[in-house]
């Protein structure tokens, strides 16, 4: 009996995952298939044949969900970066079909891409957001606005830095009381359109700087604050190229979680991501976070969250530190994992690197009401029919480190597995 109920456990956690990509997690961050994984872009190392002699970072997204009465902020919806690197020919793209903005409306078809490029003397970072539709309100007051679009790149050629940059919303349209609302054809950043009885938008714009040694530039679409208090931020494009990292290249990311379905190509993308910048933070936390995830007796992922940190002193000191959170994670009701944290840390010391997944930890697994013991870091608890759990899975690299801080392995008597790691952090420090 006990047997049999744990397969049927299984059965249902991989449908519980599948479900949740089917829905997108109902404003959650869990993210469609990607041409090239940020573990795969910023992890996998620089490529020789297309080096560069810049530091190149960018990223994308579609949307953040911030506060009011909406029960999870969504973190950075289809997500893609370059965390750091200084290879030409990276590509990143991600896509989600639509998120849930409470009861409010939806967001559809949301698509990013990160990459580089390269063409005689021009090196260039580059990054694009598109969405094809916002759709808010019902009743009384509903606003859609169609077609959005951001575009940014910064580079160097024979004559230095330089850096561009557009934002496009196609149209804007709403009404009250059945009644349009006369709203401008192209309105300018800093320009605020009120919709009585739903909210308020804000055109926004963007940042940009460029120095002898460096160029970067942010563009940002709309904020959309909802009478609840909740605020939608829609869009945000970035590219950035420099020449300037005294102790070589900072890199890395935190992460919450990630997971592979029966060795398909469906995958969840990353859940809370943060890259860590190239030349550092100046030592202060940056992160991203998501309130959690809540599928009822299917799949249940509390507050979680990834996080960088990093500094460069001079040529021979700098550090690096990345964390991945996860408040608990329950998965078809039985199996659950709680206060799950993953560390990854690079330190350059005199021009010589230590590397270490020190507070990496797991306070507890259960499965069917039964407690186990936390397997030692790197050893493997396996609960028959139902999966195998290895914590703290430790991948060092030459210049750096990363740490799975919990993979689950689920099985459905088949060969095939689900993987799931819950908490991850990579950190590097590669020299120029």
Not at 50 to 58: I, R, S
């Amino acid at each position: 009996m006990q047997s049999q109920r744990r397969k049927s456990t299984v059965a249902v956690v991989t449908t519980a995952l599948t479900v949740s990509l089917a829905v997108g997690l109902a404003a959650s961050t869990l993210l469609a298939p990607t041409t090239a994984t940020p573990a795969a872009t910023s992890a996998g190392g620089d490529d020789a044949r297309g080096k560069t002699p810049y530091a190149l970072t960018g990223f994308s997204f579609g949307s953040r969900l911030i506060g009011g009465e909406v029960p999870a902020e969504s973190g950075r919806t289809a997500f893609s970066y370059l965390g750091c690197t200084k290879t030409a020919g990276l590509d990143n793209t991600n896509h989600l079909a639509d998120i849930n903005v409470g009861d409010y409306g939806k967001v559809s078809g949301i698509s990013s891409r990160s990459w580089t490029t390269e063409k005689g003397d021009k090196v260039a970072s580059n990054s694009q957001t598109k969405i094809a539709a916002i759709e808010l309100g019902s009743g009384n007051a509903k606003l859609v606005i169609e077609g959005v679009r951001l575009r940014t790149k910064a580079w160097h050629d024979s004559k230095g830095f330089h850096k561009a940059g557009d934002a496009r919303i196609l149209s804007i349209k709403a009404k009250v009381g059945g009644v349009a609302l006369p709203i401008p054809a192209n309105p300018s950043p800093g320009q605020h359109i009120n919709i009585p009885g739903l909210a308020k938008i804000t055109i926004l714009g963007g940042t940009s700087s460029k120095s002898a040694h460096h160029a970067q530039i942010t563009r940002r679409a709309l904020r959309i604050e909802l009478n609840d208090g909740t605020t939608l931020i829609v869009g945000t494009s970035r590219s950035g190229i420099n020449d300037k990292a005294p102790a070589g290249l900072l890199n890395g990311w935190g992460r919450a979680a990630s997971a592979n379905l029966l060795k398909t190509t469906i995958t969840t993308g990353n859940v809370a991501v943060q890259p860590l910048k190239c030349t550092g933070t100046k030592g202060e936390w940056v992160s991203n976070h998501t309130a959690g995830v809540n599928l009822p007796g299917l799949l249940e992922v509390g507050a979680a969250s990834g996080a960088a940190k990093g500094n460069q002193r001079d040529p021979h000191n700098a550090w690096a530190h990345t964390r991945g959170r996860i408040a608990h994670v329950l998965l078809g009701g039985e199996l659950e994992i709680g206060a799950i944290e993953a560390h990854a840390r690079v330190i350059k010391r005199n021009g010589k690197l230590t590397k270490s997944i020190k507070g990496t930890s797991v306070a507890y697994i259960k499965a069917a009401g039964e407690s186990f013991d936390v397997p030692k870091p790197g050893q493997t608890l396996v609960i028959p029919g139902l999966a195998k759990i290895t914590v703290a899975k430790k991948f060092p690299g030459k210049f750096g480190v990363r740490v799975i801080a919990v993979q689950v392995k689920l099985l459905d008597g088949s060969p095939a597995e689900s993987v799931v790691n819950l908490g991850e952090a990579f950190a590097r420090i590669k020299p120029q």
